[in-house]
């Protein structure tokens, strides 16, 4: 229940139906009822508004027999200008109009004061109209309607008279206390009453019982028990019932009455509950009144009849009303048909076979689910929104659906399967939640719902498969072979289980499965669920075989699977359980091996059968809802990836590690996932949206990379897949955009819908108020320096979006509407307009804006309560004035008058001298060569000037004079031409003015006819025989004498004889610019129409205690053609970073002509410390522990920094999107971690600083996570590091197929670049020093192994191990082999490191002699990166490294070294010199020889992808072994001094292999080879340098 609804109940009144009775009789009220009386007088507001909305309902909604509504006379009064004898006739007039707006308002304190109003309306109606007219006699009718309703409403329903005088009005001769004398058949009669409400449904039919039989939960609604203090349900009247508590009808009448009037208390007018309890009472009472006029004998009898025809059905009601039963089976709370007496036979056959079809079922579970407290889940289900309240929906939803809408088309057959019906309700559902908030009461109903109608298509399908196959098919025959089929695939399942079940140990005889049987219990293995996600045992195999749940012999064989794979996985291997689980998988496999292949599933039945007995509808994929799809899409994504190489990267996240092989892991990581653990989710429908997995994908992979080390290959792996799983959602949302929408043009188009509502207003003759302010000037006289403005300016900076404030946009309509107010008088038109337009300004803003609720702004702050104070200061200050101008004018106008009298006199002697003498005769009509003239012609009059048009004159006077002259008088008519006025001033078409010139003038000079119309019928009507530019309107009258035009209110010109007909379409209304506007004059405001039009403001000095002197501190300052204030959020300057830093002004100060300002700073994800996994926010940024002073010149823009609640929800109109950021942690340095907080700070402001605008969104948005900017970065630098550790699987595979000696290479192959295919192996804590490989496989040399102890031993393991799990992966076996080797002894251990260095030798001494020149034996690693490391991070190189010509083969650090043989040995993770080999390093060859045989030239290559263990006296001792007698270093110096530039040659694709990554350019250098050089140059004389000062 909203929180509005709860302050309505509050403090409105409300409907207690007691105002409504005669309060006379609660004088004989007895204390009991005189008590309820006080008791319901305490709530009497709610239901005194409850039935004055009934009552003015009925009299609104009644129709007459045509179907026309009655109260269309009584909407409006009479308008005093059509009428105004009616109001000499009455004095207090009064509609429909108005009394609803009291009913709004809640003027209403009684039903009486309701009933006051409607009598005086219709007494005036009676009172003006006459007796036989239509309008009395509705108001006859209407009083009739009004009286009835209330008398059947109020008194007989819920007032106080229930409770005073009752029994009086409910006692009948039909149905009297004394006939009731059988406690038995007042029983009946009461169940009878109460299955009627019990049962009653609408048209939809839902019950409408359904929230009556069960009071609200005490824990939901404790108010419902303040409010109200008895509370009682069906339940309660129905343990009444069966416990003879009730002494006759009247008595559970009551019972009836007080639990409607709780329900209508309680809730508000016009609620789903108000408008039920009413059905109920109405059904209550019509049931009762029938049973009141039917004769005592036949009415038992009919009862008995329908209680023995029923069985128990009537007991029933009651045990269910009594005990509370929400169970789906409950025939009342699950809605069963119950049939009244006038239902047919066939009406009630067809509803009983409606509710035993499993559509139906479906559809009513659904329905009819209900929570604890006894509610309905599918209440907002059950309608369409309202278009009216809820045009979004519409244009969001393509498909929109309602229970409603699906319970029609299952009564019109539309529905043939339960998919179909199926599919209706996801859609209802899915609508549901893509509108509404994941948050939201509807969302979380519709979630539930959907599980419940998934569980009750479970129940459907098997109660299918229970009732047998016969229903698919009628041939006797096809049944006796299903059932064979069926028995032969059943027989071979129960085989399997027994084979599994029977087995048993070998010399112990013990079976094999009675650890099988049973899941662990909870209690004793608790861990064992958090690690197990589907437990499966045989127990639960065998109720599935035996009640048929497999459709397949493979969906057994899949849970006998998992049960066995749940035991591996949660016990260590080597273990008994573990053990058993291995040789039963194996008995299984044989058992089904030795029964053959199963028979063929097309013969078991037919394809639509197997489909039901499987649960999986014919179309599957079509009924997989729009959410179901996307996550198996992103699933599916995420599992199927492969590299290059089709490894797929998944397999390692299906399942977790066990605990005995990793116990660590569960250490490390706090919150365990893997990959099943998420299809199990997705299965159970724990998702309610695609973010929501995402975040579990994304925490597995964050946890990954969390346990393991960054340069692992699993790490990689991790990046990887989490960025294939942010690339698909961005290909699934497609065009979607979910963030927030523009706020800049939302405010534009709040603001023109609000200019053009303002120049749109019309009064009620359709006349715009804005037209009269048409010639307000756009220049102000009084301050000729502002800017101009005017309503024309206003328009043309809001086409062009200007404004960017509500606030600026009002301040310039107001100063127009001020201006007008201010240059024309009190009593003007363009004054009354000015203030209409401004009131409507005030109430359809405040509309726009609901108060806030939309846009926050200050223009809020000005209501019509200051305007109307603003309106009456402006007249008492005008009015003093006007009343001085209007004497001082009255006084020059009979000074005129004075003075024109004589001429007037002279004038009107001379004109009219003939007629002095004898009497003049004026006629109606004159003909004059052929043409005739009426008084009230209009006519065009031959112009007193040449070139110009025709005056046009309206005839009031003819006559002819003595001569025979024919002469007429009239008035004249001017064009907007003719007259005074402003340029800016707009006119309508055709538009004349009437003005106050009259004259005569000879008939003779009369040109022809025209006709001009008033205003009002100008556009609706036209003249006939006239043609259309002899039409003209006028709607002004204009004084040459004061050059001003005012409205005519009433058009009172002579009658026309001009017949009038009806336009077939009427006229636009088009008002055209004056002749004297200049083209250039409208654009003298907008040369500055490319910017924003802004606020006006000021700086704002503030004091701040403890200010050192010379420092004057700011609320707002401008700087640079930018306002700030404190509490705003900048960008600064920040060197080095990809993005600017942002800063949040919280003090602000100018000291010695510098501003300063202090505050906090917030840094961008990629200042922080995190996993690449880690997931941000768009544009979301950390509140750092750095708090600053900056020059405000460091500054470069503006931004917003919202709090996590505002981002969501709202947005300042001036900031543009991009600068809109979100702030929802705290990054503490010193522990790398980023830590949510409340809220951000909030300041409050003095008066004189403008304050954002804010606009709130009508939904919250749903801000998306995307990746981390280190993401991608990091996972190019693994491919890198990684890119040799491609073939690492497969080299360990070959490693049992490798021979001792590797073959010689050939010349020929000398010639090709270095191409050894050196392996990388995992290191392993052995003796021996491991070997590295021969030539590669390209070159037909076989590899040889590295061998060692742990090899050794798996090479032999690891058949072993692969013969027991064949399914298992490369990476699970090699887990496997890695937990034997820790778990063996130490001697079996010894053992094998003494075989392995026996090969070794053997192989040593196999191996021929190398003829081809090989490094010096003891080159450092780091020598090979162009450096010199220290002697515990050398490496050795493989000896059989092949030289290649023009390259230095002895110095492999650039320093040439003699040949020498030696054992090398490649460090793990090293680079081989293979296809991805390092280019040769340009350097000099020995002196006098070709280059072509030269030795090798230093060689780049690539850093190790990870830093990996070595023992270090092995490395010391590899060190020793490279150095001789005859040279005190590893290399030659001298040689690599003398190697130069100018002697490299290197090709171009030499050229292209070099190490360029290394540099991030080449700066000032010609090449990046010139680069390197002076890279290695430098290096050496660094290491000189080094030499030289510490004696070396």
């Known amino acids: 229940m909203s929180a509005s609804s709860k302050r309505r109940r509050a403090t409105s009144p409300s409907s207690s139906v007691s105002g409504g009775g005669d309060l006379d009789d609660a004088a004989s009220s007895t204390p009991g009822s005189g008590r309820k009386r006080r008791r319901i007088s305490s709530v009497a507001p709610v239901d005194t508004i409850a039935v004055c909305h009934e009552l003015f309902n009925a009299v609104r909604d009644h129709k007459d027999d045509q179907g026309r509504q009655l109260c269309e006379f009584f909407l409006r009064v009479p308008k005093r200008r059509n009428q105004p004898d009616y109001y000499e006739m009455v004095s207090q007039p009064i509609d429909m109009t108005k009394i609803q707006y009291k009913l709004k308002s809640e003027d209403y304190q009684d039903v009486e004061h309701l009933t006051a109003d409607f009598q005086l309306m219709f007494r005036n109606a009676k009172s003006f109209y006459k007796s036989d007219s239509e309008e009395y006699r509705a108001a006859c009718k209407l009083w009739e309607v009004y009286l009835q309703t209330r008398t059947e409403f109020v008194q007989p329903g819920d007032g106080d008279e229930d409770d005073e005088d009752g029994d009086d009005m409910m006692d009948t001769p039909g149905m009297s206390t004394e006939d009731e004398t059988s406690s038995g058949s007042l029983k009946e009669v009461l169940e009878q009453l109460l299955e009627v409400i019990v049962s009653h449904t609408d048209p939809s039919g839902r019950l409408v019982s359904e929230l009556f039989q069960k009071l609200p939960s005490k824990v939901h609604y404790p108010d419902y028990y303040a409010v109200i203090k008895e509370p009682i349900d069906l339940r309660a009247i129905a343990q009444r019932i069966q416990i003879g508590y009730y002494k006759s009808v009247n008595a559970m009448a009551k019972d009836i009455d007080l639990m409607a009037k709780n329900a209508k208390t309680y809730n508000e007018p016009g609620s789903q509950v108000f408008k039920d309890a009413n059905t109920i009472k109405k059904v209550f009472i019509q049931r009762k009144t029938e049973l009141e006029h039917a004769e005592p004998t036949k009415s038992s009898l009919r009862i008995r009849n329908r209680k023995s025809g029923q069985g128990d059905r009537l007991s029933g009601v009651n045990v269910a009303l009594q005990y509370g039963s929400e169970s789906e089976d409950d025939p009342v709370l699950s809605g069963s048909v119950c049939y009244d007496e006038g239902e047919s036979e066939a009406e009630s056959q067809s509803s009983s076979m409606e509710m035993s079809n499993p559509i139906f079922q479906l559809y009513e579970a659904v329905r009819g689910a209900r929570n604890n407290q006894g509610q309905l889940f599918s209440e907002p289900f059950q309608q369409l929104p309202s278009r009216r309240e809820y045009p979004d929906y519409y244009q969001q939803i393509k498909q929109p659906t309602a229970l409603h809408q699906i319970r029609a088309k299952m009564k019109n057959g539309e529905y043939e399967t339960m998919e179909q019906m199926e599919s209706d309700l996801n859609l209802m559902f899915e609508n549901a939640k893509r509108y509404n908030m994941p948050n939201s009461s509807i969302y979380k109903r519709a979630f539930r719902l959907q599980q419940i109608m998934q569980a009750k298509k479970r129940e459907l399908l098997r109660r299918d498969d229970d009732d047998g196959d016969s229903i698919l098919s009628s041939d006797a025959g ?244 989490h960025r294939v799983l942010l690339e698909t959602r961005k290909l699934q949302e497609g065009g979607e955009d979910s963030g927030a929408p523009a706020v800049g043009p939302l405010v534009r188009e709040l603001t023109r819908n609000l200019f053009v509502s303002m120049l749109g207003h019309q009064d009620e003759e359709g006349r715009c108020y804005s037209d009269s302010l048409a010639e307000i000037p756009a220049v102000d006289p009084a301050a000729p320096e502002k800017p101009p403005l005017n309503f024309d300016v206003i328009r043309m900076n809001v086409e062009r979006g200007r404004y960017r404030r509500l606030d600026v946009f009002q301040e310039q309509v107001f100063e127009v509407l001020e201006k007008a107010r201010r240059l024309h008088r009190t009593d003007s038109e363009i004054f009354d307009d000015s203030v209409e337009l401004q009131q409507f300004f005030i109430k359809i803003r405040d509309e726009l804006c609901k108060n806030g609720e939309i846009l926050l702004s200050t223009a809020l702050n000005y209501t019509l309560k200051h305007l109307h104070n603003d309106v009456e200061q402006e007249k008492r200050e005008k009015i003093p004035k006007e009343i001085e101008e209007d004497k001082e004018k009255k006084e020059d106008d009979e000074e005129e008058e004075n003075k024109g009298g004589a001429k007037a006199e002279d004038l009107s002697g001379d004109a009219f001298q003939s007629e002095s003498e004898s009497e003049r005769v004026y006629s109606q009509d004159c003909s004059f060569e052929n043409r005739t003239y009426h008084v009230g012609d209009f006519v065009y009059v031959e112009p007193s000037e040449p070139n110009l048009k025709p005056h046009i004159v309206c005839i009031e006077r003819l006559w002819e004079d003595e001569a025979g002259g024919k002469w007429l008088y009239g008035c004249w008519f001017y064009r907007p031409s003719e007259t005074f006025h402003l340029a800016t001033r707009k006119f309508l078409e055709k538009e004349v003015f009437k003005s106050d010139y009259y004259n005569k003038v000879s008939i003779s000079k009369v040109l022809g006819k025209c006709v001009v119309m008033f205003v009002k019928d100008y556009f609706k009507l036209q003249p006939e025989g006239y043609r259309a530019e002899d039409v003209y309107v006028c709607e002004s009258r204009y004084a040459a004498r004061n050059k001003s035009f005012k409205k005519i209110k009433i058009w009172a010109m002579p009658v026309s004889s001009v017949k009038l007909a009806l336009r077939e379409v009427p006229l636009p209304v088009v008002r055209v610019a004056s002749m004297f506007a200049k083209p250039d004059q409208e654009t003298f405001s907008f040369t500055d129409s490319g910017s924003f039009v802004d606020k006006e403001r000021e700086d704002v000095p503030m004091e701040m205690s403890g200010a050192e002197p010379g420092c004057q501190y700011y609320e707002q300052l401008r700087y640079s053609n930018m306002w700030v204030k404190v509490g705003d959020c900048v960008y600064i300057q920040s060197h080095g970073l990809s993005k600017p830093r942002v800063a949040r002004i919280e003090k602000l100060w100018v000291q010695n002509g510098t501003t300063f300002f202090f505050g906090p700073i917030f840094i961008h994800p990629e200042e922080t410390e995190h996993e690449p996994t880690k997931m941000f926010y768009k544009r979301e940024v950390f509140l750092s522990n750095l708090e600053e002073t900056l020059p405000m010149t460091c500054v470069i823009g503006k931004c917003m920094v919202s709090s996590f609640k505002d981002f969501l929800s709202c947005r300042p109109t001036e900031v543009s999107e991009e600068d809109n950021l979100l702030c929802e942690s705290r990054y503490i340095e010193t522990e790398k971690q980023m830590k949510k907080f409340k809220g951000l700070k909030r300041f409050s402001y003095s008066s004189k600083v403008v304050e954002d605008e804010i606009y709130y969104f009508r939904k919250l948005i749903v801000p998306q996570k995307e990746a981390s900017p280190f993401l991608d970065k990091k996972i190019d630098e693994l491919e890198v590091k990684l890119a040799d550790m491609e073939d690492a699987d497969d080299d360990m595979e070959d490693m049992d197929e490798e021979e001792d000696a590797p073959a010689t290479p050939s010349m020929p192959q000398m010639q090709t670049p270095l191409t050894s295919d050196m392996d990388i192996m995992p290191y392993t804590p052995s003796q021996s020093t491991p070997k590295v490989k021969g030539l590669s496989k390209k070159e037909g040399a076989k590899r040889k192994i590295n061998m060692s102890g742990y090899i050794l031993f798996s090479s032999e393991m690891r058949a072993v191990i692969k013969a027991r799990h064949p399914d298992f992966s490369f990476g699970e076996l090699s887990r496997l082999v890695g937990t034997e080797w820790r778990n063996l002894e130490a001697s079996k251990k010894a053992e094998y490191e003494e075989r392995a260095a026996k090969i070794v030798d053997q192989q ?81 060859g020995q002196l006098g020889q070709p280059s072509h045989l030269q030795p090798t030239t230093p060689m780049f290559v690539a850093p190790p992808p990870k830093t990996q263990r070595v023992l270090h006296s092995e490395a010391y001792l590899k060190y020793i072994e490279g150095l001789n007698s005859e040279s005190s270093s590893v290399s030659k110096w001298d040689q690599t001094l003398k190697a130069q530039r100018r002697d490299a040659h290197l090709t171009k694709e030499q050229e292209s292999r070099l190490p360029a990554h290394w540099l991030k350019s080449k700066g000032a250098h010609t090449t990046m080879a010139d680069a390197l050089w002076r890279l290695r140059d430098l290096m050496l004389r660094d290491s000189l340098n080094m030499c030289q000062a510490y004696n070396l």
């Open 478 to 721: 096809s049944i006796k072979r299903k059932s064979h089929k069926k028995n032969v695939k059943k027989n071979r399942m129960k085989a399997l289980y027994a084979a599994v079940t029977e087995a048993r140990e070998a010399g112990t005889n013990r079976r094999l499965c009675d650890l099988f049987m049973v899941k662990p219990s909870k209690k004793d293995y608790p861990d064992y669920y958090k690690v197990i996600l589907e437990p499966m045992d045989l127990k639960t195999i065998e109720h599935n075989i035996r009640s048929e749940r497999y459709a397949t012999e493979e969906a057994l064989m899949e849970d006998m699977r998992l049960m066995f794979r749940n035991a591996r996985h949660y016990n260590e291997e080597g273990s008994q359980v573990y053990n058993d689980a291995d040789i039963l998988e194996k008995i299984l496999k044989d058992k089904r091996k030795e029964l053959g292949p199963p028979p063929e599933e097309d013969d078991v039945g037919s394809p639509k059968l197997k489909l039901r007995k499987s649960g999986v509808s014919p179309k599957k994929s079509k009924y997989l809802t729009p959410l179901q799809q996307r996550l198996n899409e992103l699933y599916d994504a995420v599992r199927n990836f492969t590299d290059r190489r089709g490894r797929r990267l998944s397999t390692i996240f299906l399942r977790l590690p066990s605990r005995a092989e990793l116990p660590d892991y569960y250490a490390t990581i706090k919150r365990p996932i893997d990959m099943e653990r998420l299809r199990s989710h997705m299965a159970t429908g724990r998702y309610q949206d695609v973010e929501a997995l995402v975040e579990d994908f994304a925490l597995m992979f964050n946890n990954a990379c969390i346990y393991n080390e960054p340069e692992s290959l699993i790490y990689r792996d991790a990046l990887v897949l």
């Open 1404 to 1484: 040593e001494r196999d191996r021929p002699p190398q003829k081809q020149v090989s490094p010096r034996a003891g080159t450092p690693v780091g020598a090979l990166m162009g450096m010199v490391p220290s002697p515990n991070t050398m490496g050795m190189i493989n000896q059989t490294m092949t030289p290649v010509p023009g390259m230095m083969g002895a110095g492999m650090n650039g320093m040439a070294g003699s040949p020498a043989s030696g054992n090398f040995m490649q460090q793990p993770g090293m680079y081989s010199p293979g296809q991805h080999a390092p280019p040769p390093y340009p350097g000099q």
